[in-house]
């Protein structure tokens, strides 16, 4: 499929995925959301795809959801706008592979909402985050309530969506938010050697051990220990565990196969 708003561009196991819209700082408008949406059904079922690296083009990651689309829309149509973003975001949070959010400038609104529903979040030190939406008289509505005080806490997640507050790179570390802060130019290296380190691992344990995490941050311990109990048993029925214990029997690296 084409993409008008987007790029991909797929090497050694790893999809890049660059939101293109620059002009508008990247700013998520229903086309983007339609295309992201479509693009992470393709990568789903793309079986030399192991990991994602989601970035932006120009200054920005994503500086927020699009204000000239939204600027003119009723309750409802605000409730369906919003429904789409969240829809979007979880489809990508639950895709069977690593998702990388290589954060390269601002990461605001939509865009700190879009960074949250990835796996990893690897910033530039020129990065800012923040929800901003409160000083636009709405809410966060891609699942910014939800994801931020899942990340940061509940306090520091109200903190930062009742003030608006912007946060640089470093703040973001310190509050859990990001898992690394680099330098610009060393940024979109980082996240690739990420997803090749990733990907030189069990496709189908790397995949399982996601699922378990996502599915056991949603219930109580005892039915996330039976989560993974189940999916840890799994992985025994493949031939990438046999070669993968043989591997270290034998004092070598493993030949992972995806089966």
Not at 4 to 33: C, Y
Not at 57 to 81: C, L, P, R, Y
Not at 98 to 124: F, K, T
Request: charged fraction near 25%; proline fraction near 3%; aromatic fraction near 6%.
């Amino acid at each position: 499929m084409e993409y008008s708003k987007l790029s991909v561009k797929k090497e050694n196991g790893t999809a890049i995925v660059k939101i293109n819209n620059p002009q508008s700082l990247n700013a998520l408008d229903s086309t983007i959301l339609g295309e992201l949406d479509a693009l992470f059904t393709e990568l789903e079922n793309d079986c030399s795809v192991s990991a994602v690296i989601l970035t932006g083009e120009g200054k920005a990651f994503v500086a927020g959801a699009d204000i000239t689309e939204m600027s003119g829309m009723n309750a409802s149509q605000g409730k369906a706008f919003g429904e789409k973003g969240a829809r979007v975001f979880r489809k990508i949070e639950l895709l069977s592979k690593p998702v990388i959010a290589a954060v390269n400038g601002y990461a605001l609104g939509g865009g700190c909402e879009l960074a949250m529903c990835c796996d990893i979040r690897i910033a530039s030190e020129k990065a800012k985050f923040g929800q901003p939406e409160v000083g636009l008289g709405i809410t966060p509505g891609f699942s910014g309530t939800q994801r931020l005080p899942r990340l940061v806490g509940i306090g520091k997640a109200k903190e930062l969506i009742y003030t608006a507050d912007v946060i640089d790179a470093g703040e973001a570390y310190r509050i859990g938010l990001v898992n690394k802060v680099v330098e610009p130019q060393e940024l979109m290296n980082t996240a690739i050697a990420l997803a090749e380190k990733i990907a030189k691992k069990a496709p189908i344990a790397v995949k399982n051990s996601k699922e378990a995490i996502n599915r056991g941050m949603q219930c109580g311990m005892d039915e996330a220990i039976n989560i993974e109990a189940s999916l840890f048993g799994l992985c025994f029925a493949t031939e990438d565990q046999k070669e993968g214990m043989k591997a270290f029997m034998e004092k070598r690296e493993a030949k992972f196969n995806n089966r």
